[in-house]
Structure formats: structure tokens, C-alpha cells
């Protein structure tokens, strides 16, 4: 299946999104099920038995890959904003999966961080637009061949 170039971006960062909050919420159930152990060789073994490690160590993976494949349809300043996106999302999971409160001040963060991602992705793409194109540089251009001088 191919994906429209249209689509191209949104979906990725939708990827990004939902990899990155699964990473979080496994590190979060990671911590919840070893508890309160100190930390030394029984909290290592614990961390490394419980399956939310692994998803977390997996999740983590691909939240980098899906990162690596944005920034290769996009330019890094229209890319990065959408990235802060995930402090939205965070709390949101932890609220549905871990009945997490998002109080007041957070809310107010929360819609800050939406306002800002709305007014800082429409000039990151017209900066993008009204870029002027790189010109090809003379290293790349063939260049004509030179009778040699003797000199």
C-alpha cells in the first residue's frame, strides 16, 4: 500500500505519537510493577523481568525509527514542534490506562503546548516554502576538460 505524499507527514507523526506514549506508559507500568525496590541487583532483576521493560526497550526502538523517517520527508523545524505533541498525549494515556489526574495547571499546559504546536507549524512550513532553493553547487557540475598547459 502506498501512502499519498499528502498523508505522508501526518501519519508519521501520528507513528511518532503512539510509540512514544506506548514508551512512556510501558516505562510507567515498568515502575509499578517492581514497586518500591531500592536500587541495586534485586531492582535491576526485577526491571529486567518484567515484560513492560521489553515493550518499553521495543517501543523505544521504534519511536526512533519513526523519528528518523519524519525528518526524512521534513525539515527539522517544522518536525520538532509536532514532537512536543507527546505532552499531551502522556498525561491523556496515563488518565485512561493508569487513572492518572490532570489537574488544572497541567490542562492549562496542556493547551498552551496545542496553541503553540498550531502557531508554530503553519510558519515552519511557510518558512519551508519560501526558502530559496539551494543552487547546485560547481562540485557537481560536470566540468569541461582543460587542454593541459605544460606549465
Same mark, same amino acid.
Given at each position: 500500500?502506498?501512502?499519498?505524499? @499528502?498523508?505522508?507527514?501526518p501519519? #508519521?507523526?501520528?507513528? +511518532?505519537?503512539v510509540?512514544?506514549?506506548?514508551? /512512556?506508559?510501558a ?5 509499578? =510493577?517492581? %514497586?518500591?525496590? *531500592? ?5 535491576? /532483576?526485577?526491571?529486567? &523481568?518484567t515484560? !513492560?521493560?521489553?515493550? &518499553?526497550a521495543?517501543l +523505544?526502538?521504534?519511536?526512533? &525509527? ?10 527539522? %523545524?517544522? $518536525?520538532?514542534? #509536532? ?7 502522556? *498525561? ?8 492518572? %489526574? ?8 496542556i ?10 507549524? *503553519?510558519? $515552519?512550513?511557510?518558512r519551508?516554502? &519560501?526558502?530559496? /532553493?539551494p543552487?547546485?553547487?560547481?562540485? !557537481?557540475?560536470? /566540468? =569541461? =576538460?582543460?587542454? =593541459? @598547459?605544460? !606549465?
Open positions: 500500500m502506498r501512502v499519498p505524499p @499528502t498523508l505522508r507527514f501519519m #508519521l507523526v501520528g507513528v +511518532y505519537l510509540v512514544d506514549t506506548g514508551t /512512556q506508559i516505562f510507567e507500568a515498568t515502575s509499578r =510493577a517492581i %514497586g518500591d525496590l *531500592p536500587l541495586g541487583p534485586e531492582f535491576l /532483576q526485577a526491571v529486567a &523481568a515484560p !513492560a521493560t521489553w515493550v &518499553a521495543l +523505544y526502538f521504534a519511536t526512533y &525509527a519513526s523519528w528518523i523517517l519524519i525528518l526524512k520527508f521534513s525539515s527539522l %523545524g517544522k $518536525a520538532f514542534p #509536532l514532537t512536543t505533541l507527546s505532552y499531551v498525549t502522556v *498525561p491523556l494515556a496515563g488518565w485512561l490506562i493508569f487513572n492518572e %489526574g490532570v489537574g488544572l495547571i497541567p490542562a492549562i499546559g493547551g498552551l503546548i496545542l496553541a503553540g504546536v498550531w502557531l508554530i507549524g *503553519p510558519e $515552519a512550513e511557510e519551508e516554502i &519560501a526558502a530559496p /532553493q543552487a547546485p553547487s560547481d562540485a !557537481a557540475k560536470p /566540468q =569541461a =576538460a582543460t587542454p =593541459a @598547459t605544460g !606549465a
